[in-house]
Structure formats: structure tokens, C-alpha cells
């Protein structure tokens, strides 16, 4: 069965703290996989997302992710958080050549102490 | 960017009426637009692949009769939740692909719909 699963619900940080989100999914085939950020109120927004190529893949606002096919996971990064970082994080894959069709996480909710 | 707007933002609703949801491609033609469902503190679960001039394509365990869904145009899908009761309450939220390939889906803002 197709699955998505973040290990950490609720993660606190204090401001310029790493960050690193894990996220590990379940699928035989060959995947897309998508890190989504949701801030207070707002709609989901695209972090970043790796199709093939190097796995190691950056997006915005500084953060990054690594796809590892080995352990399955596809982890978010990044080096020193703001407080402005505070949000709802989803990961999600997506069956290549699928249309459209995410799977979710469970999701990570980051919580960035000033 | 593209972008997908979701009408209205929330719902209040009596237990046992309907409640209709739009979902609109504002700058571009979405043939394929994906409606889902996040319970509080909870992920995103799909519910339904609505395909422009075709049935919708439902998920297991969703209901095609509680949750109708009707993507009469390129840019326009509708989420009508049919006889309403409390455990419908939810964030409802949809997302659109572009004719080219839904390689990157652009979601709209959601809506909460509350059922008394």
C-alpha cells in the first residue's frame, strides 16, 4: 500500500536552530515526492519537489530536502530557522506518471520560538 | 503563478440541507482538479479526481452520492455536500493540474464548512 509517514507531529525550535523533518514513505515503484508548507491560515504552498536527478534538492526559502532511495525517505532540511518558519509541514509523494493523485503525511507542525 | 480560488472560504450550515463549494482556475484551464479533505490536526486524504466533462473518480470509502462532483468547465469545479450532517464538518480543499501535466498541482485556500 501506498504510504506517507512523518515522524515528527510537533517539533519546537528556537530561532537560528537546524531543522531537519523526517519523512518516510511506502511505495514499490518509482515515486515524485513534494514537501508542502501550510502557515496559519493559509493555503499549501510548495516548498520543493524532486522528479529525478540529484537527489539532494533545494527550495525555497533555504530550505532542502534529500531523497534517499535506499531508506525510502525524503527528509527536509534546513540550517537555521526563523520565526517566520512557524507552519504546518506536509510531505507527500505521487506514483510517477500519475496525474495528479498526492498521498500525504501525517504532517509536522514546527513551532519557532523568537 | 498559477492560481486556484475556493468559494466560500467557510460555510455554517443546518444538518440535513446542502452545501455547494466552487473551486476555480483563475489564470489557467485545469482538466483534471482533485478535491480533499483535512480533519482538524489531521493530513490531507483525497477524496475525489474530477475530470472536466467526465464523471468524478472517487476514492475508496468516500460516498459519490454524499459528495457530489461536477467539473462542467476548464476552470470551474463544484463539491456538493448532499444532506449535511455534523460529522461532515471539515476543511474541504482543492487543487487543480494544468493540461499539460499535473506535475506540480497548485491548491486553493480551502473551505470550512460547519454543520450544525
Known amino acids: 500500500a501506498q504510504s506517507v509517514s512523518q515522524h515528527n507531529h510537533h517539533v519546537i525550535l528556537s530561532e537560528a536552530a537546524s531543522l531537519e523533518l523526517g519523512c518516510n514513505y511506502s511505495?514499490?515503484?518509482?515515486?515524485?515526492l513534494f514537501w508542502y508548507v501550510q502557515y496559519p491560515g493559509q493555503h499549501l504552498q510548495l516548498l520543493l519537489k524532486?522528479?529525478?536527478?540529484?537527489?539532494l534538492v533545494k527550495g525555497i526559502k533555504g530550505f532542502e530536502a534529500e531523497f534517499i532511495k535506499s531508506k525510502f525517505s525524503f527528509n527536509l532540511r534546513k540550517p537555521s530557522v526563523q520565526w517566520s518558519d512557524t507552519a504546518e509541514y506536509f510531505c507527500?509523494?505521487?506514483?510517477?506518471?500519475?496525474?495528479?493523485?498526492?498521498?500525504f503525511g501525517q504532517g509536522t507542525t514546527l513551532q519557532v520560538k523568537p | 503563478g498559477a492560481v486556484v480560488s475556493q468559494h466560500p472560504s467557510r460555510v455554517i450550515c443546518k444538518s440535513g440541507t446542502s452545501v455547494k463549494i466552487e473551486c476555480r482556475s483563475l489564470d489557467f484551464q485545469a482538466t483534471t482538479m482533485f478535491w480533499y479533505r483535512q480533519f482538524p490536526k489531521q493530513s490531507l486524504m483525497l477524496m475525489a479526481t474530477?475530470?472536466?466533462?467526465?464523471?468524478?473518480?472517487?476514492e475508496q470509502g468516500v460516498e459519490k452520492d454524499k459528495f457530489l462532483i461536477n467539473h462542467a468547465s476548464l476552470t470551474l469545479s463544484t463539491l456538493t455536500v448532499t444532506s449535511a450532517h455534523p460529522e461532515d464538518s471539515s476543511f474541504y480543499i482543492c487543487?487543480?493540474?494544468?493540461?499539460?501535466?499535473?506535475?506540480?498541482?497548485?491548491f486553493g485556500a480551502g473551505s470550512r464548512l460547519t454543520v450544525l
Open positions: 474530477s475530470n472536466e466533462g467526465s464523471k468524478a473518480t472517487y
Open positions: 511505495y514499490g515503484g518509482t515515486v515524485n
Open positions: 507527500a509523494l505521487r506514483p510517477s506518471g500519475n496525474t495528479g493523485k498526492l498521498i
Open positions: 524532486y522528479f529525478s536527478g540529484d537527489p
Open positions: 487543487s487543480a493540474g494544468t493540461p499539460s501535466g499535473a506535475n506540480v498541482l497548485t
